[in-house]
């Protein structure tokens, strides 16, 4: 972590809560998936890695119940103040919920958490950017409240409590690639997950001439203003009817051919789209990861293509400003693939770009998307870093 951004984080927190003694430095990562979008919470294979983009919290023990909070990216909110027995109450709509969200769930599964904390935090993920910064924050929570308070909670359980936090706390119906890709992160490494059984296997991200650029449209985007929970209920009831001539329990669990074969119980052409889109963008990720594997970029760049078609056509989750990133994207030199990644209505896209070509890459998507959409978007290379925990200085 940068010594640089240390200090000055340091120096504010002595500004906001007095002082910066036994204070501790933590780090949460934003992630990218390369494959296997909304597919989590219809039981399928999702591909993600942790990046080195992410969310960094300083926080202390108090010795009263009182909790005060303060956030580098709101500073506008000044410091948000209030008792440990508040934190059962949403305040609705400001980054402290995610905060409550986490103590009310460790809480909720009998963790002991009696005293209060000051916290400051800063993130460098862009909000709605679709890196998922909202589930960076709930981990970020989650490995403070961990160590401040010695609670022990394995990091699966802490996973599926920064899950609930976004479910039953937010309000958002969102599965758990998220939060896994960043508790469970590694460097240099991303993650094949089966979110139907939660097993899964560290595959090392060996791109030899390539790297994965990262696309971000500007476009401002909300989770749970999006149409996300309407995509949740649409598969539900696609999984719902086609469970009338089939057993099973989640989509994730159809071959291609079984869906096709089934496919007229659901009786409705949009249900049929979003259902075919989960079906065939889980096998999708099972081939992209065996390509990935075995150094065979250009199927995992032409399967990158495919998954942004059906996420556009299918699913109708992409919107004018991702299919212009990732389809000028596809269109340039020393490109092998690119889509549209995280829940989509704006937020971001990644190509695989040869690194000889990705500054002109960069010119050249950027220049028509500004000129396409009217203001510009942002690129990084992404780095796959660590998942979340102390920053050891």
């Known amino acids: 972590m940068d010594k640089e951004l240390q200090t000055q984080l340091k120096e504010k927190f002595a500004q ?121 924050l709930e981990l970020l929570v989650g490995v403070v409240l961990d160590d401040l308070f010695k609670l022990g909670v394995p990091r699966l359980e802490l996973v599926q409590l920064g899950q609930k936090t976004e479910n039953d706390f937010i309000g958002v119906n969102s599965g758990i690639l998220d939060q896994f890709a960043i508790g469970f992160g590694q460097k240099d490494q991303a993650i094949l997950l089966d979110t139907n059984t939660l097993e899964y296997h560290m595959v090392p991200v060996q791109l030899g001439e390539y790297a994965i650029v990262i696309m971000n449209t500007n476009k401002p985007r909300a989770l749970t203003e999006s149409k996300y929970n309407e995509r949740f209920a ?59 594997v075995e150094g065979d970029l250009k199927i995992f760049g032409q399967l990158l293509n495919d998954s942004h078609e059906s996420l556009k056509n299918d699913y109708e989750v992409t919107g004018a400003e991702l299919d212009t990133l990732a389809e000028t994207a596809q269109k340039q030199e020393g490109v092998l693939g690119a889509r549209m990644t995280g829940a989509g209505f704006g937020g971001c896209a990644i190509a695989l770009v040869h690194k000889d070509y990705v500054a002109d890459f960069e010119h050249n998507v950027g220049k028509v998307y500004e000129e396409v959409v009217g203001y510009p978007a942002s690129f990084y290379v992404a780095q796959i870093g660590d998942g979340s925990g102390k920053v050891v200085l």
């Open 16 to 136: 906001v809560f007095g002082d910066a003694e036994n204070m501790t430095i933590y780090f949460s990562p934003g992630r990218i998936n390369l494959i296997g979008e909304h597919t989590d919470y219809n039981g399928g294979y999702v591909f993600p890695a942790a990046i080195t983009i992410g969310t960094t919290g300083l926080a202390r023990l108090r010795e009263d119940d009182k909790i005060r909070l303060y956030s580098e990216n709101f500073p506008e909110l000044g410091t948000i103040e209030f008792s440990l027995s508040e934190a059962n109450k949403a305040t609705g709509g400001i980054w402290a919920d995610y905060v409550k969200g986490m103590i009310t769930m460790l809480q909720g599964a009998g963790y002991t958490i009696d005293k209060g904390f000051d916290l400051l935090i800063y993130g460098q993920i862009p909000t709605a950017s679709g890196l998922s910064s909202s589930a960076s």
């Open 234 to 292: 649409e598969t539900r009831e696609a999984l719902k009817r086609m469970q009338n001539s089939l057993d099973i329990q989640a989509l994730g669990e159809l071959s291609n051919e079984d869906f096709e074969a089934n496919v007229s119980v659901i009786n409705d052409e949009t249900l049929i789209k979003r259902a075919r889109h989960a079906v065939y963008e889980n096998n999708r990720t099972k081939v992209a990861q065996k390509a990935f």
